[in-house]
Nanobody
Framework: QVQLAESGGGLVQAGGSLRLSCAAS????????MGWFRQAPGKEREFVAT???????YYADSVKGRFTISRDNAKNTVFLQMNSLKPEDTAVYYC????????????WGQGTQVTVSS
C-alpha cells in the first residue's frame, strides 16, 4: 500500500500563487507516476498534471503555463506550483499515484482545498 498526504492548500486572491505538496509513504516503488487531480463543486474530478519518475511532465491545457509539477524522488514527494491562479481553479486538489504506465491511479490522498477569490 501507498499512503499519500497532501498539504499547502488555502485561500488566495486571483493572480496569486500556492504550492501544494504530496508526500508518499509505504510501497513507494509503486509511485512511478504521481499526479494531481481536482474536483470543483458540482463537477467531475479532472486531471491537472502528472510527472513520471524520469522527470517527464504532462499538463491539462487549462493549467499549462501557470502550473508546474515537480518531484523529489529521494523524498518521495511531488509538488504543484500554481501561479496566476483564477477563481475557476477553486477545487479540492487530490494527489494520486500509480506504478505502471497504463491503468487507473491506484492510490489517492485525502485532498486539500484551494479557494481563489475574485
Amino acid at each position: 500500500q501507498v499512503q499519500l498526504a497532501e498539504s499547502g492548500g488555502g485561500l488566495v486572491q486571483a493572480g496569486g500563487s500556492l504550492r501544494l505538496s504530496c508526500a508518499a509513504s509505504g510501497r513507494t516503488f509503486s509511485t512511478n507516476y504521481m499526479g494531481w487531480f481536482r474536483q470543483a463543486p458540482g463537477k467531475e474530478r479532472e486531471f491537472v498534471a502528472t510527472t513520471i519518475r524520469d522527470g517527464s511532465t504532462y499538463y491539462a491545457d487549462s493549467v499549462k503555463g501557470r502550473f508546474t509539477i515537480s518531484r523529489d524522488n529521494a523524498k518521495n514527494t511531488v509538488f504543484l506550483q500554481m501561479n496566476s491562479l483564477k477563481p475557476e481553479d477553486t477545487a479540492v486538489y487530490y494527489c494520486a499515484a500509480r506504478g505502471g504506465a497504463v491503468g487507473p491511479y491506484e492510490y489517492w490522498g485525502q485532498g486539500t482545498q484551494v479557494t481563489v477569490s475574485s
